[in-house]
């Protein structure tokens, strides 16, 4: 039996997938139980729980042989850090709690750097509680999110303008469709390792500059977009009109620092490669 919450979302979806496809007893984690009538029907088995909930989360990995677990973000959230690491040390006692062998978590590049990392310092934490737990654990450390891109899609089709807190414009990074990710942590699930504390880095098929995108998306619609430089003194407040609590603005500005400034980078842990390419990605987006 595999545990997968987030099945709402991105990753969580493309993992749950991935298993019942190959045949496997699923079991999906939902809030609502009317999100879950979807997996139910492809043949999952459905557990309501809040993942801050101890008790229902301990219930929903009993008896399985490995699980996905991740750290929803919440950046409305004034204390977001805060809520974060309540959230894993919460679901560190879940699998205390139930003796699951096997938790696979996503974490993100950079997780192995202690400070200057903005959001990212949560699932450091998160790493560095299961270290010191007799659990085994796999790490799913992804690079910059391809769907990152998805934030300003209405400004690139109304306005042909393309954002960027990346800078300059053609400082080119590692960018990952969350497909890829997902695909990643479902092989982990299936192949288990002896390592106690497995690490796996996923970089991008290339490395791509907001230029790059930028072009991406100006094949994709036949018609020019233009990538914007967002001056640094305007980034909290375009994150907090976007409706992020300033703390959690003040959080990503912090990460996007410290991927500008090339802090945050690849460990030496194992490393695998995405298959998405920017264009191929672009193109379904704008489909």
């Known amino acids: 039996m595999f545990v997968i919450s987030g099945v709402t979302g991105n990753t969580g979806s493309i993992v749950a997938q991935a298993l019942l496809d190959k045949g496997k007893d699923v079991r999906v984690i939902v809030r609502d139980e009317e999100k879950g009538k979807v997996w139910q029907d492809k043949g ?3 557990v309501v729980a809040d993942l801050f909930d101890i008790s ?3 219930s929903a990995l009993t008896g399985a042989e490995n699980a996905y677990l991740l750290l929803p973000p919440d950046l409305t959230h004034d204390d977001f850090l805060g809520s974060r690491k309540t959230l894993a ?3 560190i006692k879940a699998i ?3 003796k699951i062998e096997h938790v696979t978590i996503l974490s993100s590049v950079g997780a192995q750097l202690k ?3 903005g959001p990212i310092r949560t699932v450091s934490y998160f790493e560095s509680l299961l270290k010191d737990k007799p659990v085994k654990s796999t790490a799913i450390r992804p690079g910059f999110f391809l769907e990152n891109w998805c934030d300003v899609l209405p400004l690139v089709l109304n306005n042909a303008i393309l954002p960027s807190f990346l800078l300059p414009l053609d400082y080119k990074i590692d960018m990952v469709a969350t497909q890829d990710i997902g695909h990643t942590v479902a092989d982990a699930l299936l192949h288990s390792s002896d390592d106690p504390h497995r690490v796996i880095e996923l970089k991008g098929a290339q490395q791509y500059s907001a230029n790059d995108v930028a072009q991406a998306f100006a094949k994709a619609l036949g018609k020019e977009v233009t990538p914007v430089a967002v001056p640094h003194e305007e980034w909290q407040s375009t994150l907090t ?5 300033t703390t959690s603005a003040d959080l990503i500005i912090e990460m996007y620092d410290s991927i500008n400034d090339g802090f945050i980078t690849y460990s030496d842990a194992p490393t ?3 298959e998405t390419g920017l264009d191929a990605f672009v193109q379904k987006l704008v489909a």
């Open 56 to 58: 229902a989360m301990t």
């Open 44 to 46: 999952a088995e459905v």
């Open 241 to 245: 009109h976007a409706g992020l609590s």
């Open 272 to 274: 695998l490669t995405g």
């Open 89 to 91: 040390e919460n679901l």
């Open 115 to 117: 400070e200057k990392t």
């Open 96 to 98: 205390e709690g139930s």
